[in-house]
């Protein structure tokens, strides 16, 4: 419980950091202004996103191959934290289009493929709600999941392969891509706030996955 | 300052729906928690 407490008490204070050093130590980008600060946010919450999705991935992989329950509370409390960070990024990202384009959405690769992811781990939550007997949920929500990763490198690849409505990358985008150094240190100041967040969000979904578990097994004792 | 409303929409609705989603899983956990006093309260000793 204590540990628990620190946890989402660090992570609480490192995002009030993270907004704090987005809005104050950041510089102004000189073509967009103001709203280009919504960045930090917009694409912590899709990096974050992203790394849950892959903690998702490998507990799924876990499971198939150990067949261990924690892996599936894992898995799905993962999925669940990286769909509420992604519902983020589709929310925040056209507030930032719509000043920058004239527009609040386009489908062009990164758009689509992140729309896609969304809508893919929506329908792995709606697949653990359609199967009742919990072994064969757990292993087709695992094997779900295992291919609806498969996204994810398309999304991160989407604005590297393709010319897109969306930005070029400014991190690891190759030759003339590149951040200012102050904006860059905010950046990934940002991205580990939101890791952590997201890491405290996946630790408290994940008790509430076990103690689910603990009333099925009183339940059916009481039953008995 | 031009557009710093989206800006504070964005950030606004944003951590809104951290928080939610925050409520919803501490609102369950505790109800659970709940649930599991009642169930424990209904079996015998030792279980």
């Known amino acids: 419980m204590a540990k628990r407490i620190i946890l989402g008490a660090v992570a609480v204070l490192l995002v009030i950091a993270s907004a704090y050093a987005s809005f104050y130590i950041a510089p102004e980008e000189r073509t967009m202004g103001v709203i280009q600060r919504i960045f930090y946010f917009h694409v912590g919450s899709a990096w974050a996103g992203m790394d849950a999705f892959l903690v998702c991935f490998i507990a799924n992989l876990l499971y198939v191959w150990r067949r261990q329950e924690k892996y599936d509370w894992l898995g799905v409390s993962s999925a669940e934290v990286g769909l509420v960070l992604t519902t983020v990024v589709l929310i925040t990202g056209p507030i930032w289009a719509h000043p920058v384009w004239g527009i609040w959405w386009t489908w062009d690769a990164r758009l689509t493929s992140t729309f896609v992811l969304w809508l893919l781990y929506v329908s792995y939550l709606l697949l653990r709600t359609l199967v009742e007997e919990q072994d064969r949920r757990a292993l087709l929500s695992s094997l779900f999941g295992i291919f609806a990763f498969l996204d994810v490198p398309l999304v991160f690849g989407a604005i590297r392969w393709w010319r897109t409505q969306h930005p070029s990358p400014v991190i690891m985008g190759g030759q003339g891509s590149g951040l200012d150094p102050t904006m860059k240190k905010v950046f990934f100041f940002t991205v580990l706030a939101m890791n952590v967040f997201a890491g405290f969000l996946i630790v408290e979904r994940y008790i509430l996955e076990k103690l689910k578990h603990e009333v099925d097994i009183l339940q059916r004792e009481a039953e008995a | ?47």
């Open chain 2, 1 to 47: 300052m031009k557009n710093l409303d989206s800006v504070f929409a964005a950030y606004l609705i944003g951590w809104g729906v951290f928080f939610l989603f925050y409520l919803t899983i501490a609102k369950r956990t505790s109800d659970l928690r709940t649930e599991i006093e009642r169930l424990r309260a209904l079996l015998p000793r030792g279980k």
